[in-house]
């Protein structure tokens, strides 16, 4: 399995933007799927943004369209997240999750789809 390690997170104003970075190891990551999802204290985990193994299909919450943006770069082993706009309800602890794509543009929403983790970095909002 591929080991994944969340960055970027912080504290950040309302109307705010941050970068998440999720750094994997391996040299075969260009061969998994990758998702950003979010949990608040008290809340479900929930996917916020997927995306495929070629970076050419994406998903993303009805809740971040138009907000957020996720990118890859296979050759830096890394997926990132563009956070824009952001909002206190987006206050959460985000985690990126990987697993094996088994077409170049399959993308993979629910949680039980995704066999590596990451520990998660926090995302606060304030108002």
């Known amino acids: 399995q591929v080991q994944l390690v969340e960055s970027g997170g912080g504290l950040v104003q309302a109307g705010g933007s941050l970068r998440l970075s999720c750094a994997a190891s391996?040299?075969?990551?260009?061969?998994?799927?990758v998702g950003w999802f979010r949990q608040a204290p008290g809340k479900e985990r929930e996917l916020v943004a997927a995306?495929?193994?070629?970076?050419?299909?994406?998903n993303y919450a009805d809740s971040v369209k138009g907000r957020f943006t996720i990118s890859r770069d296979n050759a830096k082993n890394t997926v990132y997240l563009q956070m824009n706009s952001l909002k206190p309800e987006d206050t959460a602890v985000y985690l990126c999750?990987?697993?094996?794509?088994?077409?170049?543009?399959?993308?993979?929403?629910?949680?039980?789809?995704?066999?590596?983790w990451g520990q998660g970095t926090q995302v606060t909002v304030s108002s």
């Open positions: 999750a990987a697993r094996i794509g088994s077409f170049s543009d399959t993308i993979y929403t629910r949680i039980n789809a995704y066999a590596s």
């Open positions: 995306i495929a193994r070629s970076g050419g299909i994406t």
């Open positions: 391996g040299r075969t990551f260009s061969t998994y799927a």
